[in-house]
């Protein structure tokens, strides 16, 4: 079965840096996307960042642009997201999503069908 597993969540202060990663596994095809989320507490899930296997391609957020970084290595089947300039606002429960499609990237959520199990990412003073 696919497994989708993020890692690297953890608390830091405000203008810290922190790395999630996550490992796809048991997935046939190479065209595929993964896209990363984040929930905090009373807030809708929104797609942070996405990264297109098929095409390379990278989207983000606007709310992230400039301090968040999406990277693929394919040979180990894992996507990072380096998370720069932290805030406060940035407190979520992040999860990474594969969006199996040839077109990948899609802006929504029904459209990722594998997940994990979601990594806390807490900014704090």
């Known amino acids: 079965q696919l497994q989708v597993v993020e890692s690297g969540g953890g608390s830091v202060q405000p203008g810290g840096s922190l790395r999630l990663s996550c490992a796809v596994s048991?997935?046939?095809?190479?065209?595929?996307?993964i896209g990363w989320f984040r929930q905090a507490p009373g807030k809708e899930r929104e797609r942070v960042s996405c990264i297109s296997r098929t095409y390379g391609t990278t989207d983000y957020a606007d709310s992230v642009k400039g301090r968040f970084t999406i990277s693929g290595d394919n040979a180990k089947n894992t996507v990072y997201l380096q998370l720069n300039s932290l805030k406060p606002e940035d407190t979520a429960v992040y999860y990474c999503a594969v969006d199996p499609r040839l077109f990948g990237c899609s802006r929504a959520i029904d459209d990722y069908d594998y997940w994990g199990q979601g990594t806390q990412v807490t900014v704090s003073s």
């Open positions: 048991g997935f046939t095809s190479d065209y595929y996307a």
